[in-house]
């Protein structure tokens, strides 16, 4: 594992952290609120993971390029999830 895929993995994660927490804002319903809290609490343990040096570090880095990162393009598409 390349250093530079620790940075982009911690980028990604930093973005969807920041999807979801507008997401939460606008959300209506307790449920949805809820489902969303549940999601920004994973990223956050996934987040800590990335900083310790172990098996499960290689699976979030993995996750971040394979689940997260197109996830990440597709939202770069709509005008609300443009990034400065």
């Given at each position: 594992?390349?250093?530079?895929?620790?940075?982009?993995?911690?980028?990604?994660?930093?973005?969807m952290?920041?999807i979801?927490?507008?997401?939460?804002?606008?959300?209506?319903?307790?449920?949805?609120?809820?489902?969303?809290?549940?999601?920004?609490?994973?990223?956050?343990?996934?987040?800590?993971?990335?900083?310790?040096?172990?098996?499960?570090?290689?699976?979030?880095?993995?996750?971040?390029?394979?689940?997260?990162?197109?996830?990440?393009?597709?939202k770069?598409?709509?005008?609300?999830?443009?990034?400065?």
């Amino acid at each position: 594992m390349e250093m530079y895929d620790l940075d982009i993995a911690l980028q990604i994660i930093a973005r969807m952290e920041a999807i979801k927490s507008r997401e939460l804002d606008n959300a209506v319903k307790q449920e949805d609120r809820e489902k969303i809290q549940k999601q920004i609490d994973m990223l956050l343990t996934e987040e800590k993971a990335l900083y310790k040096n172990d098996d499960f570090r290689v699976s979030v880095i993995d996750k971040a390029f394979r689940l997260y990162a197109p996830i990440l393009k597709e939202k770069s598409k709509v005008k609300e999830y443009e990034f400065a």
